[in-house]
């Protein structure tokens, strides 16, 4: 009987949550879309209805020195936000919106990309100055997270490497490129921020570059990998680490080159 009345009240409630998202499903209201794209036109919206003050911070807008500009957007029926940009040129773009003077993302964007300690939507327009960002219909490479041991530094390091399509069943070695990061970066930057993965793709299938091993390092030698990766934990990432500008990676880099020729057909 106990049994029978648990499955009972699970059914109920398995009712009652199919039902909820049913109603929500099916209420008839407008789906709210953030971003949307036409040409290169690109409007931004936001349900806050209760806040004072919605702007938009993007990295094609014109910074004032360190200060990054916003734009207000105006705020329409039913509490959303809104602001359209016009002849924006096809490129990937990254933004975020600033509610009440607290940095948010785009609840209605699922695209997200970390820079440093900062995590910002993107949105993407097509064109031909920006076709090669996208992953397209060519054969792709494969792309691995190793880790190499650094004795210069005491303990295992991560890279990312990228190997072109066909690499696994071939017998041909190819020239390799090493990739190093910005000062906020990580082995983690070439491929989440630069589409490098893509970019090389679509390069090699267009005849534009040749098939070539593409190894991305981490510059921070204080840091084994990126954050979250590695036994440090979980930390909020910073840009100018204990590490910057004390000549260890350039130091211990043969210690990369090492690795990737004893394990690559270099």
């Given at each position: 009987m106990?049994?029978?009345?648990t499955?009972t009240?699970?059914l109920?409630?398995?009712?009652?949550?199919?039902?909820?998202?049913?109603?929500l499903?099916?209420?008839?209201?407008?789906?709210?879309v953030?971003p949307e794209?036409?040409?290169?036109?690109?409007?931004?919206r936001?349900?806050?209805?209760?806040?004072k003050?919605?702007?938009?911070?993007g990295?094609?807008?014109?910074s004032?020195?360190?200060?990054p500009t916003?734009?207000?957007?105006?705020?329409?029926e039913?509490?959303?936000w809104?602001?359209t940009?016009?002849?924006?040129?096809?490129?990937?773009?990254?933004?975020?919106?600033?509610?009440?003077?607290v940095?948010?993302?785009?609840?209605?964007?699922?695209?997200?990309?970390?820079?440093?300690a900062?995590v910002?939507?993107?949105?993407?327009?097509?064109?031909?100055?920006?076709?090669?960002?996208?992953?397209?219909?060519?054969?792709?490479?494969?792309?691995?997270?190793?880790w190499?041991?650094s004795?210069?530094?005491?303990?295992?390091?991560?890279i990312?490497?990228?190997t072109?399509?066909?690499?696994?069943?071939?017998k041909?070695?190819?020239?390799v490129?090493?990739?190093?990061?910005?000062?906020?970066?990580d082995?983690?930057?070439?491929?989440?921020?630069?589409?490098a993965?893509?970019i090389?793709d679509?390069?090699i299938?267009?005849?534009?570059?040749?098939?070539?091993?593409?190894?991305?390092?981490?510059?921070?030698?204080?840091?084994?990998?990126?954050?979250?990766?590695?036994?440090?934990g979980?930390?909020?990432p910073?840009?100018?680490t204990p590490?910057?500008?004390?000549?260890?990676m350039?130091?211990?880099?043969?210690?990369?080159i090492?690795?990737?020729e004893s394990?690559?057909?270099?």
């Open positions: 106990k049994i029978l009345k499955f009240v699970a109920i409630l398995s009712f009652a949550v199919v039902n909820a998202q049913e109603s499903d099916f209420s008839g209201k407008k789906e709210l953030s794209v036409k040409g290169g036109s690109v409007t931004f936001l349900k806050a209805p209760e806040a003050s919605v702007k938009l911070m990295n094609w807008l014109p004032k020195g360190w200060e916003t734009l207000d957007l105006q705020k329409k039913d509490g959303i809104e602001i940009q016009d002849n924006l040129q096809p490129d990937l773009y990254t933004y975020s919106f600033i509610v009440d003077g940095k948010v993302d785009d609840p209605n964007n699922v695209y997200l990309v970390r820079d440093i900062n910002m939507n993107m949105v993407y327009i097509d064109g031909p100055k920006s076709e090669n960002y996208k992953v397209q219909n060519v054969p792709h490479g494969t792309v691995s997270k190793r190499y041991p004795k210069g530094l005491k303990t295992d390091r991560r990312t490497i990228y072109p399509a066909g690499y696994e069943n071939s041909e070695k190819l020239p490129l090493y990739l190093l990061h910005g000062v906020g970066g082995e983690e930057a070439w491929m989440t921020l630069g589409r993965s893509q090389l679509n390069l299938a267009q005849g534009k570059a040749k098939p070539m091993i593409v190894v991305m390092t981490n510059g921070h030698t204080s840091n084994a990998a990126a954050p979250g990766e590695s036994a440090k979980f930390y909020k910073v840009m100018m590490d910057v500008f004390n000549a260890d350039e130091t211990y880099f043969k210690e990369i090492d690795f990737t394990n690559y057909r270099v």
